[in-house]
């Protein structure tokens, strides 16, 4: 009789998990609803601009990888994993769009949040680690074991994510902040304006459709998470490029590096990237 009252528990519970997931992934099944009409221009797109908005991901992404190779080999090949998950975020970013899932949200969310993290793992000056941590690597596996904890918590409130995820944005905006304080090259500080400025239009795009839809609904304009995704991945190309310089100074010696901008240098427009002049580049250990 006891193995049989298990295996009707087993199975029911087995049903109820498989119930569950198929929701996450059904259609409307997120809490979170963006400004733009639901099916306006598609019968099977919830989102069509805010869908289609994302494939500057998947141009953008490309050309960063190539611009940055050069000094992504002399630091470490990891840089490349920021815009390898660019790629992910795009394409996450399309399916939450698509369908308004809760499993796309969570996939979306989640996908940023660990580009933040390699982000972190990569870049932070080790000048700025707390005073327990001595090695890069230490800080590195510390970061993981904080972004492996958030993904799980993230299951819990999903509806939290994206506020947490525009926090630790914060964060980064101010640790860029800081480092120019000392620096004096016109250019590189052009682009920390450009960086922050952009993000922070980005930032205002991102709010006012979430808090100023009816307002956007009455001048029929319900665009603006679409003009986000733009901004936010040209404030991320800035942002890692920016990052990408001040790295090079630090952790890379003689390596004298040089903002370049792509395809059009001499009006500092396009898309920035590092160059390596230095004849003599060895890697510090870090």
Same mark, same amino acid.
């Given at each position: 009789?006891?193995?049989?009252?298990?295996?009707?528990a087993?199975?029911?519970?087995?049903?109820?998990?498989?119930?569950?997931?198929?929701?996450?992934?059904?259609?409307?099944?997120?809490?979170?609803?963006?400004?733009?009409?639901?099916?306006?221009? /598609?019968?099977?797109?919830?989102?069509?601009f805010?869908?289609?908005?994302?494939?500057?991901?998947?141009?953008?992404?490309?050309?960063?990888?190539?611009?940055l190779?050069?000094?992504?080999?002399?630091?470490?090949?990891?840089?490349?994993?920021?815009?390898?998950?660019?790629?992910?975020?795009?394409?996450?970013?399309?399916?939450?769009?698509?369908?308004?899932?809760?499993?796309?949200?969570?996939?979306?969310?989640?996908?940023?949040?660990?580009?933040i993290?390699v982000?972190?793992?990569?870049?932070?000056?080790?000048?700025?680690?707390?005073?327990?941590?001595k090695?890069?690597?230490?800080?590195?596996?510390?970061?993981?074991?904080?972004?492996?904890?958030?993904?799980?918590?993230?299951?819990?409130?999903?509806?939290?994510?994206?506020?947490?995820?525009?926090?630790?944005?914060?964060?980064?905006?101010? +640790?860029?902040?800081?480092?120019?304080?000392?620096?004096?090259?016109?250019?590189?500080?052009?682009?920390?304006r450009?960086?922050?400025?952009?993000?922070?239009?980005?930032?205002s795009?991102w709010? +006012?459709?979430?808090?100023?839809?009816?307002?956007?609904?009455?001048?029929?304009?319900?665009?603006?998470?679409?003009?986000?995704?733009?901004?936010?991945?040209?404030?991320?190309?800035?942002?890692? /490029?920016?990052? /990408?310089?001040?790295?090079?100074?630090?952790?890379?010696?003689?390596?004298? *590096?040089?903002?370049?901008?792509?395809?059009?240098?001499?009006?500092?427009?396009?898309? *920035?990237?590092?160059?390596?002049?230095?004849?003599?580049?060895?890697?510090?250990?870090?």
């Amino acid at each position: 009789m006891s193995d049989l009252i298990l295996q009707v528990a087993g199975s029911w519970t087995g049903r109820v998990q498989y119930v569950v997931m198929a929701g996450m992934f059904s259609y409307e099944s997120s809490e979170v609803d963006w400004c733009e009409d639901n099916y306006r221009h /598609s019968e099977t797109v919830a989102e069509y601009f805010n869908t289609m908005s994302n494939i500057i991901f998947f141009v953008v992404s490309p050309i960063m990888l190539y611009l940055l190779h050069p000094y992504a080999k002399e630091r470490s090949l990891a840089v490349h994993l920021v815009w390898i998950m660019m790629i992910f975020v795009g394409l996450f970013s399309m399916y939450f769009h698509m369908t308004l899932s809760l499993m796309g949200q969570l996939l979306d969310e989640l996908s940023i949040l660990w580009v933040i993290a390699v982000g972190y793992s990569v870049w932070f000056p080790r000048r700025h680690f707390p005073f327990f941590i001595k090695s890069r690597s230490t800080f590195s596996w510390m970061v993981l074991a904080i972004t492996v904890i958030t993904t799980v918590s993230s299951f819990v409130k999903p509806v939290a994510n994206a506020y947490a995820l525009n926090f630790f944005a914060v964060h980064v905006v101010y +640790s860029v902040a800081v480092e120019m304080r000392s620096c004096t090259n016109p250019r590189v500080l052009r682009l920390a304006r450009q960086a922050i400025g952009v993000w922070v239009l980005a930032i205002s795009c991102w709010i +006012s459709d979430r808090f100023g839809c009816s307002f956007w609904k009455t001048i029929n304009f319900c665009y603006l998470h679409a003009i986000w995704h733009i901004l936010i991945v040209i404030a991320t190309a800035y942002g890692s /490029s920016l990052l /990408s310089y001040l790295d090079a100074l630090y952790e890379i010696p003689n390596s004298q *590096p040089v903002l370049q901008y792509w395809p059009c240098d001499s009006w500092d427009l396009g898309l *920035p990237y590092v160059i390596l002049k230095g004849p003599n580049k060895t890697k510090k250990s870090c």
